[in-house]
């Protein structure tokens, strides 16, 4: 790591004014290390209400932009992202742990969606009822107004991002949130879309005690939509302060991956991928293949390659290039991994590999916990049902595809959810019935800017990315004239 790697100057961004210093706030850790990198001033009351204002301003103005001039706009700041990639990545890596590739490769994959997003702007329709001659029926669809969105440290380039777009594609004005974790590229892609004419009002980054933050926000006339992503408890929470407006709302919350691995499956192919997919970003993605389901003819096979390639990961300090795995990115993550890995081993499961908190590089500190396997893990563990979010696969058997089903259906999460199979009947099947908003067969990849991102269940409802995810940011009006 170089002291270049968080080349950021944290604050706020309200009514296109910078707040860099001269108030209370918290310190960025480097995951990695356990050393501070930087102070993180936090909004104070006044601060709260000056965002809402210029969100008010903002959203008068910016709705009557032009579509192409709001795309113009978003196209620059997708440019600009892509051209500050290596830094917005280094931050990234910096404050979250993730290697530098991935952080890189969430950059990009954020350029595009703005793109995605930006193209969309131009194309929101309506429609024309048929009427008798001389009169009309319209259906307008109107951007629903300012827009406040709390986002989680897993992402901390992509997760704002997926905010901001889709709101200001849609003549939104946003205030955004980030994870007081992971500031500093929230900050970077505030520079991007600032540096790229977006005009002040139109979007706001705030930072405080989250809890303070939404309340006063949600309590607000002035807010029209709420968008969060982060945990199922945080999630039902903003939904009740959200309920005293009628607030619209997208909630994109936790899951518990199941991954169903059939017979017939490609193994050697099945293993790899899913080994790669299951440690990124050490796990902590809300997509994670959790729950790993293997039917029993491969059973033995898939447990043993798992843990053998499992086990040959490199984890260390993300800035290095040779990491394949970072640290956790903050001292709760270890802890609870900890606690629930000791829970399944008391409960019968085998540990195949890992299972411990690991060293950082040199003995630098840092939260660290080997990539762990489970075998054999009954369903009563504690791990089979809540969200581990972090370096741990969870491996059982099944028999029938029913039993599979029943077992991908088994709990109140509904995110993501993973088949492997070569049987095209099975597969139409396993699409039908798996109760999951994303359901991947034979890929790992569920995130594509043009495809609707979210879930069911617990998981939340209202999607992200795709045309649904600005049709999110819209309200729909019928006009008769008679
Ligand atoms: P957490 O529930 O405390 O926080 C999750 C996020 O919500 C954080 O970014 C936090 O700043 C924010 N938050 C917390 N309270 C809030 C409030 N009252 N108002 C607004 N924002 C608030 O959990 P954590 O320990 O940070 O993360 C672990 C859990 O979070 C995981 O178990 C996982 O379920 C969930 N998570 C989900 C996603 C996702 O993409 N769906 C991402 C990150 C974390």
């Known amino acids: 790591m170089t002291a270049t790697s968080y080349d950021t100057t944290l604050g706020l961004y309200i009514g296109g004014e910078w707040i860099t210093d001269g108030r209370e706030g918290e310190g960025v850790t480097d995951p990695a290390t356990g050393q501070e990198l930087a102070r993180l001033p936090h909004a104070t009351t006044a601060d709260l209400d000056r965002a809402l204002e210029a969100a008010e301003r903002g959203f008068k103005a910016w709705r009557a932009v ?196 059939f017979d017939d499956c490609d193994l050697d192919k099945t293993v790899a991928t899913l080994v790669a997919h299951k440690f990124r970003n050490a796990g902590q993605v809300c997509v994670a293949p959790t729950r790993f389901h293997v039917q029993e003819g491969i059973y033995d096979r898939f447990v043993a390659a798992f843990a053998e390639q499992t086990a040959a990961m490199r984890i260390g300090n993300g800035m290095d290039r040779a990491t394949q795995m970072g640290p956790l990115a903050n001292p709760r993550r270890p802890e609870a991994i900890a606690a629930m890995v000791e829970q399944a081993v008391g409960a019968g499961a085998r540990l195949m590999t890992g299972g411990a908190r690991a060293e950082g590089p040199n003995g630098a500190g840092g939260f660290f916990f080997s990539p762990t396997v489970l075998a054999d893990v009954p369903l009563s563990a504690t791990a089979m049902n809540d969200e581990p979010f972090g370096p741990v696969a969870l491996i059982g058997r099944f028999g029938s595809d029913d039993d599979a089903i029943a077992e991908a259906n088994r709990l109140p999460y509904g995110l993501g959810a993973y088949c492997f199979t070569e049987n095209g009947r099975r597969q139409n099947r396993l699409g039908d019935e798996i109760e999951a908003g994303m359901v991947g067969i034979n890929t790992v990849r569920l995130s594509w800017g043009d495809a609707p991102f979210g879930g069911v269940k617990d998981s939340g409802f209202g999607s992200e990315d795709g045309p649904e995810g600005l049709a999110a940011h819209m309200v729909t009006k019928a006009v008769h004239i008679a």
């Open 66 to 261: 032009a579509p192409e001039k709001r795309a113009a706009v978003m196209y620059r700041a997708a440019a600009l992202v892509r051209e500050r990639a290596d830094k917005l990545a280094a931050i990234c890596t910096a404050e979250e742990g993730k290697p530098f590739a991935e952080a890189k490769g969430e950059t990009l994959a954020a350029a595009q969606l703005i793109e995605f997003h930006a193209g969309e702007a131009t194309r929101v329709y309506g429609r024309v009822l048929p009427r008798p001659v001389g009169t009309r029926s319209l259906v307008l669809q109107q951007p629903i107004g300012p827009v406040a969105a709390f986002c989680a440290w897993n992402f901390p380039v992509l997760n704002p991002i997926r905010k901001i777009s889709p709101a200001i594609a849609a003549g939104c004005s946003v205030i955004l949130k980030p994870s007081e974790e992971t500031p500093g590229a929230a900050v970077e892609v505030m520079r991007c879309f600032q540096d790229a004419g977006l005009p002040g009002d139109v979007a706001q980054l705030v930072f405080g005690v989250p809890d303070q933050v939404s309340r006063h926000l949600l309590a607000s006339p002035v807010t029209r939509k709420l968008s969060f992503t982060g945990s199922v408890p945080v999630g039902k929470h903003l939904l009740r302060l959200a309920a005293d407006t009628v607030m619209k709302s997208t909630m994109e919350l936790g899951g518990h991956g199941p991954v169903l691995v």
